[in-house]
C-alpha cells in the first residue's frame, strides 16, 4: 500500500526549515508519511518510535545517510558525520576511545573546572544581561578543546564561540581551520592512529559536533527553567542540601533533551527495499526521523509537549525509542556520556550560583541542530 501524505512535490533545498512541514504532515497524516520531491524522488517521514527503531537499528545496513549530508560535507569532507562504509568504522574506532567511561572520569575535573569558571562569571555579571548563546558555546568548546583533546591553547578553535552564523562564509572559515589543525598535530598537540588527514577531519568533527549540541541544550535548559520557576526552585533546593546524587537534576536535563534533542533529525537513504509495515519503500527512497517528534509521541508520553521531568519516576517499561535523544544502532552519538557530564556540571554549577531570565521570547531554529534562534540574551540574578 502506499502511505499517506502531501499531494505537491516538495523542493526540499527550498524550505527555509524542515521541522514545521514534518510537524504538519504527521498531525495531518499519522506516523508515516509519503512524500514526492521536485526532482521526482521518493520520500518518508517516520514518527513513530517502532518504525525509527526499525530504520536505525534492526535494519540500519540497509541506509546510509540521506539528505542533507551535502551540508556538512561543506563543512567537513570526511570524518564520522559523513563517512561511510570502512571509512566511518576508522573514524568511529579512532574516537571510541576518547569517550568511554574511563577515559572521561579522566577529566571530570577538567569540565567541573570549566562549569565553576562559568559560573564565577555569570555571578559576578548579575543584574545584567548576558549572552547564553555565547556562554554556553565557549563553555563547550573548552570543554572540548581543553577537557577532551587536552589542548590548553584554542587558538583560533576558539572563535567558532562567537561564530553564531551557518552560512557559506561560516563553512570557509571553518575549513580553513585544516591547516591550523594539521599544525596542532605536527606539533603533536593533538594525536591518534589515524592518517594525518583523517586526524584532522576526526578534531574538525569533534569541535563541530561536540560544542553546539552542548551549547544549544544548555540555553534550552536555562530557558526551560526560567519558564517553569517551580521547578527551577525544586532544583536549587536540591543544590543547597548536597551534591549527592541529585536525582532532580538529572531528570531536568532528561526531561530538556527529550524535549529539544540537539539533533532532531536524523535522515537516511534506502539501499535497497523495505517495508514500514504495510508500505512499501522503494530503494533509494529518503526516509527522515524527526526525533522531534519521536520523542514527544502522543502513545508514549502523556501530555508530550509538558516540561515535566517527574514523568521519569514512572517505573513502567518505554519502547527504547520513545527516549532516545542521542539516537540508537551504529551510529548512535559516540559522544553521549561526555555530553551528559558536560551537562550535569555546568547545571549543577550554574543553577547553584544565579538564576537566569530571557530577555525576550526564546525561538526555535530547527537547521541541522535544534538551535534557539539568534543570539539569547537572559538578565542574571545571584543567588
Known amino acids: 500500500m502506499t502511505a499517506p501524505g502531501p499531494r505537491e512535490p516538495i523542493e526540499l533545498d527550498a524550505l527555509p526549515e524542515l521541522l514545521t512541514p514534518l510537524r ?8 508515516v508519511v509519503r512524500f514526492t520531491t521536485t526532482d521526482g524522488g521518493e520520500g518518508y ?3 513513530s518510535p517502532e518504525l525509527a527503531e526499525h530504520v536505525l537499528r534492526r535494519n540500519a545496513r540497509n541506509y546510509v545517510r540521506g539528505h542533507g549530508v551535502d551540508r556538512v560535507r561543506l563543512l567537513v569532507r570526511g570524518g564520522m558525520l559523513v563517512a561511510e562504509g570502512e571509512a566511518w568504522l576508522r573514524h568511529r574506532a ?20 570549566e562549569a565553576v569558571a562559568t559560573a564565577g562569571a555569570w555571578a559576578a555579571a548579575s543584574g545584567t544581561a548576558i549572552d547564553v548563546t555565547a556562554g554556553t558555546s565557549a563553555f563547550a568548546l573548552r570543554c572540548i578543546v581543553h577537557g577532551l583533546l587536552g589542548v590548553r591553547d584554542a587558538g583560533p578553535l576558539g572563535e567558532l564561540a562567537n561564530d553564531a552564523a551557518r552560512d557559506l562564509g561560516f563553512a570557509r572559515r571553518f575549513r580553513a581551520l585544516r591547516p591550523i589543525v594539521g599544525a596542532m598535530i605536527d606539533r603533536g598537540e593533538v594525536s591518534g592512529d589515524g592518517t594525518r588527514d583523517e586526524l584532522v577531519d576526526h578534531v574538525l568533527t569533534l569541535v563541530l559536533a561536540g560544542h553546539e549540541t552542548t551549547a544549544s541544550t544548555l540555553v534550552w535548559i536555562w530557558t526551560l527553567l526560567a519558564a517553569h520557576p517551580a521547578v527551577e526552585a ?5 543544590l543547597a542540601a548536597g551534591p549527592v546524587g541529585l536525582p532532580f537534576l538529572d531528570r531536568v536535563i532528561a526531561e530538556a533533551l527529550r524535549l529539544y534533542p540537539a539533533v532532531w533529525l536524523l535522515t ?12 512499501e519503500v522503494a530503494a533509494g527512497a529518503q526516509v527522515f526521523v524527526p526525533l522531534y517528534l519521536v520523542l514527544r509521541h502522543p ?19 518505554r519502547h527504547p525509542l520513545a527516549y532516545a535523544p542521542f539516537g540508537v544502532g551504529p551510529r548512535s552519538c559516540v559522544g553521549e556520556h561526555l555530553a ?19 530577555t525576550a521570547p526564546v525561538e526555535l531554529d530547527p537547521q541541522i541542530n535544534l538551535r534557539p534562534r539568534g543570539p539569547v540574551t537572559m538578565t542574571v540574578r545571584a543567588r
Open 45 to 47: 517521514s517516520i514518527t
Open 340 to 358: 551528559r557530564l558536560e551537562l550535569r556540571e555546568h547545571v549543577a554549577a550554574v543553577a547553584a550560583r544565579v538564576a537566569l531570565r530571557p
Open 24 to 31: 504538519r504532515w504527521a498531525a495531518d497524516h499519522g506516523d
Open 299 to 317: 502513545a508514549h508520553w502523556p501530555d508530550p509537549d509538558a516540561f515535566d521531568p517527574d514523568r521519569f519516576l514512572d517505573p513502567a517499561p
Open 268 to 279: 537516511r537513504r534506502a539501499l535497497g527495499p523495505d517495508r514500514f509495515g504495510d508500505v
Open 94 to 113: 579512532l574516537a571510541r576511545p576518547l569517550f568511554q567511561r574511563d577515559a572521561l572520569a579522566g577529566i571530570v575535573d577538567r569540565i567541573r573546572g
Open 234 to 238: 525544586r532544583l536549587h533546593a536540591e
